[in-house]
């Protein structure tokens, strides 16, 4: 037994001292790798000092390998950034660095453990950035790599110690949220950066004239001004940034014609940079160049167009003279500059010129002639490319070859499309919109020069598919992505839809907050919507690198062409297309027969007032005898002007399909007269009596919302109906105050309606105390027809605070029965109809270039294919009847275009209804999206013969065999 205990010892030991000699041989391995990964990299960074390319490219990636073998991060980080500088900068190849560090940076070897290793990782991002702004031109690319920096340094590295990290990130991240038009983002990320330097106690992490700037680029130069005002009186502000701000005073006062200060500003920069000029080469050459750019625009001012040539042509020498501290843009800023000056000279071959030069600094390493175009693979998300193209076109109509100018106008909408994709702010793409729309005006007009020139329908064609994207263009890409065919698994599907429904609360706050004019509420709402949209853009970019095919989902949705219409168009359909200019207006016709149209019409003077008093007068019910014959003469005007040469092209055509635009957004052309007369209401040629007629946002939406509705999806029942009841006696909503005033805050109707409907159609009935905001959000989602019989409120001041209100306000409650467009945008509805019997549902503000920001449109960007919505406050005593007609009409097999239009024919023609017959009755009720009709999924009469039949037959054949059996 001892002998047996002295050998287990014995072993033991053995065993431990193994162990220990194993680690310790392990760790001196582990650390002769590290040495020897380590002693690679000093090598190659010694080959790069020698200037020996070749052997530092090698030694650099076996480096890198050899470091991520050894689990140096930080070693492996510094590798990666040397290699990538070297490829960048001194073997001129910023296209291959860059895409070294995204292959890098999308999979690092593992997550790092300590500040010195996050600090390496955030550096690494930062050194891609720097390669996209100041090499490649790829602001896309730098936008990424900046956020994922910031993103470290938020969560690992704000410190005072890290300061010189903030200033890079806020800097550039400004500056290139401000290229990309992220104005909103830009203003959250230069506020952090002064709210950082005030919190540590540092000067200067983000620059004041930078944040200038930033209202430069969006022509406030009152705000502009007090910024710079700002930074003049921040203490501890060197010389070279007074320089600055200077110079961007001089900017802001010559475009407000304040000529005087302008130069007074400028005088006062020159000074400044000659008494103290910077220690910095780079910066110096910088003010100097923003000197020689400001007396050229002062010499544009004044005509002297000579002068401002030569002006610009040294701020582009000394934008040259400092490479490093001047993005490739702004000398081909200056050089797009020039171009603008030899147009108004009349000169477009130079300014062709001009444009080729500028071309080639934005798109680094592909060579331009002279009145070359872009190819596709050439766009990119670079809004100076926009300017060049629009100068581009112009040059080309200048020089007579207008096909040339529609070429490159056609151009544009690609980079448009390249920017809003980078857009994590509405505000912003509606802001790109409006000022595409400018751009999409000049192209249609050379288009019509073109098409009445040749007659050639392919001008016509084009000019349609231009138009196209002017319309709903944000609502198409929402709704696309969502009905696109890609399943995330279920984790990963509900954190993304948190996410919508997370930015979408903060929105709605930050809306609220303004509205209430809470300066301290309105702050802090955009710095917590602007981190969590970070956040959510982050992890989007993360499931677009981890989730195979998710990334196509963001595809831009493609619109449709004209000769695609044959199969959107239903059967014995016309479509019209309108697209306003300030003073012409534009008809694409589509006839049932595959007749395709396109007119001009110069619109008068008082064109779009007309317009609004003709609703007016509707939607106020007038019945003032004068006023009404002033009406009926604008109905047929308006019918003459807008459709009347279309409508009489097209006699076969059974329906009407209305792509309004504008002010006709608000305009039920139903109520249009076909004949200058004036009749009672129910003997007046109203359009109505001639085709059911209804309205799509655009015809790509369109195209999208009849897919959504021949999709298959089970599990529905076929219609739910919401009325509920109001009681309070006071209310802080001014809107809900001013109803209670009138005597119109109890409905009835709503509650008739209700009923009636439910008793057509079955399903299920939500009344009174059972129709709240909260059981409306549980199960919306299950129903096939959807009736909200309610008050609706518009806003137009923040469509996003347009509500409908399901019952009394329940202030302070998760669900406040206040249901906003933001939270419905954010739902996923399976409802083949909504039928909104509210006031205002279909009216709201309309945004240039994007369309009628209402309620209806928030359920269509819900997913509902068709709405049936209300333009005005839709009088309580009418609506049950017109919904209930609707309804049965509906039932009966009628599209919900014509279930619609004879609903509307059999109130109007109804004796009893005489003195409602007034169009502010009726005319208001409008139809949206695919009007292809419900199948209710009843069987019919022949079915319930065949039952009785199908059983006696049965009970026969059974009689029988029982009988052959028993035999």
Known sequence: MFRYRFHF??????????????????GLEAQDSNSGAFQLLERADSLNERGDDDGAKKMYSEAIIALQKAGDLSNWCIALRNYAKLLADRQHQPFQAQQLLQEALSRPFRTPQNKAEYSALCKTHLRLAHIGIKKTGDIAVAKQALLEALAIYDAQLESKETADIAEYIFLQLGIVLTRL?????????YQRGIDFSFTYQVPFVAKYNDFGDLYVAQGKDSLALAVFAQGHRRKGLDDYEKTLLYFGEAECYTRLGRMAAAQQANEKAGALLKAHPPESE???WRCTMYLFENRAIFASKNKDRKLALKSFEQAIVAARKAPENIELRMPAGFMLNQAEIWQELSRPDSALAAIAQALRLLLPGRKFEPGELLIQDQIRPENMLIRALQLQAEAFAAQGNPERALLAYELIPGVENALRANHDYERSTLLALQDSRRRINRAIEIAWGLYEKSENSNFAQRAFHLSEHARGLLLLEGLARAQADFKLPEGLAREEHDFQVKVKWYELALA????????KAVHQMEQQLDQYKRKQAAFVEQLKDQVPGYAETFREPELVQAADMAGILPENAALLAYYLTDVQAYIFGFGPGGQFSWRKADLPADFRETVRDYVAYMSKLNENSPAKAVFLHQSYALCALLALPEIKAFEGSRSLIIVPDDVLSFLPFETLSVQDVNKNWPDQPFLLRQHPVS???????????QQITRTPKGGRRVFAGFAPAYHVAASADQQVANLMREGMYNLQGTHVELAMVHALIGGDAFDDSLATEQRFKAVAANYRILLLSMHGFANEDDPILSRMLFGDAQTGQPDDNILYASELQVMRLQADLAVLSACHTGFGRWHKGEGVYSLARAFAAAGVPATVMSLWRLPDNTAPQLMEAFFKNLKSGLPKDQALQMAKLQFLDNPDNFELSHP???AGVVANG??????????????WLLIPVLVLSGWFWWRKRRGGSGK
């Open 920 to 922: 502010g009755f009726w």
């Open 930 to 943: 695919d009007m292809s009709a419900l199948h209710f999924g009843e069987r019919s009469w022949l079915w």
């Open 181 to 189: 038009r992220e104005y909103e983002g830009a203003a959250q990320i």
């Open 695 to 705: 309205y799509a946002y655009s015809v790509s939406l369109l195209r999208v919302q």
């Open 282 to 284: 780079a910066a110096y």
């Open 9 to 26: 010892r014995f072993f033991l030991r053995a065993l431990l001292l193994t162990l220990v000699l194993l680690s310790a041989f392990q």
């Open 512 to 519: 609220e907050a303004r509205q209430g004019n809470d300066i």
